[in-house]
């Protein structure tokens, strides 16, 4: 079972910063892939950042240049460092990992956290 707990979403200008913070916990399995996710009202859930399973980062199109993830594995926590934000950047972002577990590992779950509302005012 994994837990995710998010924090750093608010209300911030145009042009303003904001860092999002996605620490994780479990047992009896292995996270191997970990990134954020974003859903604005009427509009469907797309990845924003995420590490891959080789520790190679992807970014979405809109973000790039702006958004930068990383991540501290001693704390087992993944950051969001927002930057030059846009109104178009308001929604409700997720943390989500992919963990397996088993004896083989071949038993694979998504697990998200339940999100964090970043408002970005004109």
């Known amino acids: 079972q994994v837990q995710l707990v998010e924090s750093g979403g608010g209300l911030v200008p145009a042009g303003g910063s904001l860092r999002l913070s996605c620490a994780a916990s479990?047992?009896?399995?292995?996270?191997?892939?970990v990134g954020w996710y974003r859903q604005a009202p009427g509009k469907q859930r797309e990845l924003v950042a995420g590490?891959?399973?080789?520790?190679?980062?992807n970014y979405a199109d809109s973000v790039k240049g702006r958004f930068t993830i990383s991540r501290d594995n001693a704390e087992n926590t993944v950051y969001l460092q927002m930057n030059s934000l846009k109104p178009e950047d308001t929604a409700v972002y997720y943390c989500?990992?992919?963990?397996?577990?088993?004896?083989?590992?071949?038993?694979?779950?998504?697990?998200w956290g339940p999100g964090t509302q970043v408002t970005v005012s004109s």
């Open positions: 590490f891959t399973s080789d520790g190679s980062t």
């Open positions: 989500n990992a992919r963990a397996a577990s088993g004896r083989t590992a071949s038993f694979v779950s998504d697990y």
């Open positions: 479990g047992s009896n399995v292995r996270i191997y892939r």
